[in-house]
């Protein structure tokens, strides 16, 4: 079952809320959400997504469990909210992504993608519009009546559409049996916009929507020259945006791919399944995400995007992601040695104090082992971290493979895990080639690990586990003063002085 995480973070001084789910180390793909929804909209897409991607879900200021400060203490526009995502995708280290848009998620996803070209991999949008063209007149007509003259006429005329009623019939349209919503749909969403204040919220977004116009045409430039994977999912009978708007994406992008489904605007509530195969179909298949699982997930810092890094320095092998050259680059300078000069201390190994004598386990290692162990230590050491981190790395290793470097084990083999940390190539953790080379998985590993945020203060356990996503993540601390006897090893002190 998958793991949802709850989390929270500040940015620009506001307390934003967003749902996270998958491994660390996998590609990164973002939800964003529309009107009158928040990430509550994507519950069952997550768990969907997940087993192969980082799944990030936030609820933009003012929806959902975020803060909602009133109009008078904060300038809702759609600029204001694509500034707060960014911020929080560089809050919690995601620096290359796809995403996945939906209605007012859209226009918020466009501004981050002309706003950083090179960070997103590759769009799904299901009824995410970028083209006049799709608006319907029915619907949208008194949000121009109000955005071009708010007055209390054209604000009466629009206000229906805040009321639990229109909010049912914006999940319940074009649904051929509309008995498979849950009435939890829209009676979440109807709560959350009967917040006190949270009608201003919205009507400031409705008043501000004609600016996404020209945000469309500078979109559509970013469109011809990128060329990004792009895949449009909609309902064929959506009353809000026409399917019209799905076919024009192709009128910029050659290789965009249109899926109609029999439904209305939430596709999701009753063509789940349907909606998350194309997604991973798209993602895996067009491999938007697989050159950011390493950027996003492990190289640590800004990404220059590909034109720079070719500039920088020679090309990677044929097949092999911009970033596994960082990683190789790093493995390269652990093999040649990367010592630190001074051992460290028992305070420095295991911080919280060494674990007591029974909550341990320990293993004979021969020669291959110790030596697996220490090429763990050296690429620590050549990226310049903590002892700790080596510590964490080694048991990690322990409990996945005894410091084995297995390779593909057959019918015996957990999907496709390689190595001493049983990485995943389909995962993007690198090729297979790469994988079996210990000073590249251990810096793979380790680059991840970095990402963890407070991973320095962590039990060991907790650290191991957010790295590796194991069935069996209590098992990781078994290993630590093992491990930190293997990390003193490379200072030629401890049991293991003379071995290597």
């Known amino acids: 079952m998958t793991t949802i995480h709850h989390r929270y973070a500040v940015v620009q001084g506001h307390r934003l809320f967003y749902r996270e789910a998958g491994a660390h180390s996998a590609p990164p793909v973002v939800l964003l959400h529309g009107y009158p ?10 768990p969907r997504l997940a087993d192969q991607y980082r799944v990030i879900a936030p609820d933009h200021l003012g929806y959902g469990f975020s803060d909602a400060p009133p109009v008078e203490e904060f300038n809702y526009t759609f600029d204001a909210l694509a500034s707060l995502t960014s911020g929080l995708l560089n809050e919690i280290g995601v620096r ?3 995403m996945y848009v939906t209605d007012h998620g859209a226009n918020i996803g466009w501004r981050l993608a002309i706003n950083s070209p090179d960070a ?50 914006q999940y319940l349209h074009g649904v051929a049996d509309p008995s498979v919503v849950s009435p939890d749909t829209w009676q979440h969403d109807s709560a959350q916009i009967a917040r006190p204040g949270n009608d201003q919220i919205q009507l400031a977004l409705f008043r501000d929507y004609p600016n996404n116009f020209p945000v469309y045409q500078q979109l559509h430039e970013y ?19 026409s399917p019209v708007g799905a076919l024009a994406f192709q009128s910029s992008l050659a290789d965009a791919e249109v ?29 938007t995400a697989a050159s950011a699982a390493l950027i996003a997930g492990l190289a640590a810092g800004p990404i220059a995007g590909a034109a720079s890094a070719a500039a920088a320095g020679p090309p990677a092998p044929t097949g092999t992601p911009a970033a596994a050259t960082q990683i190789v680059d790093a493995a390269q300078k652990a093999g040649g ?68 470097n297995y390779g593909d084990l057959g019918e015996a083999n957990d999907h496709d895990s390689l190595g ?61 003063k093992q491990a930190s006897d293997l990390v003193l090893s490379t200072y030629h002190q401890g049991p293991y002085a003379n071995s290597g």
């Open 96 to 98: 290359q992504y796809a």
């Open 337 to 404: 040695g990367g010592q630190q000069q001074n051992a460290p201390s028992a305070q420095q190994l295991m911080p919280q104090g060494e674990p007591s004598a029974d909550s341990q386990s320990t293993i004979n290692l021969d020669k291959s082992q110790i030596d697996n162990a220490q090429a763990i230590v050296k690429a620590a050491n050549a990226m310049h971290l903590p002892h700790r981190a080596a510590v964490i790395a080694v048991a990690t290793s322990m409990q996945e493979t005894k410091l084995h």
């Open 223 to 241: 469109f011809k020259a990128s060329q990004v994977p792009l895949m449009a999912i909609w309902g064929n009978n959506d009353e809000i945006f």
């Open 37 to 46: 929804s928040s990430s509550f909209a994507f519950r069952h897409l997550i």
């Open 420 to 480: 001493l940390f049983q990485q995943r190539p389909s995962s993007g953790w690198g090729s297979p080639q790469q994988l079996m080379d210990p000073n590249y998985a251990a810096t793979a590993f380790l680059k991840s690990l970095t990402q963890v945020q407070g991973w320095e203060n962590m039990p060991l356990t907790d650290a191991a586990q957010a790295v590796q996503v194991s069935a069996f993540g209590d098992r990781y601390a078994q290993w630590e």
């Open 120 to 169: 997103v991999t590759g769009i799904v949008t299901q009824a995410g519009n970028a083209h006049e063209a799709a608006f319907t007149p029915q619907f949208w007509q008194p949000v121009w009546d109000y955005a071009k003259d708010p007055n209390p006429q054209t604000e009466a005329a629009l206000r229906p559409v805040l009321d639990c009623h229109a909010i049912m019939w």
């Open 259 to 287: 899926h109609l489904l029999d439904g209305g605007h939430f596709l999701v509530e009753n063509h789940l399944g349907a909606v998350a195969d194309r997604a991973l179909g798209f993602f895996t298949n067009r491999k």
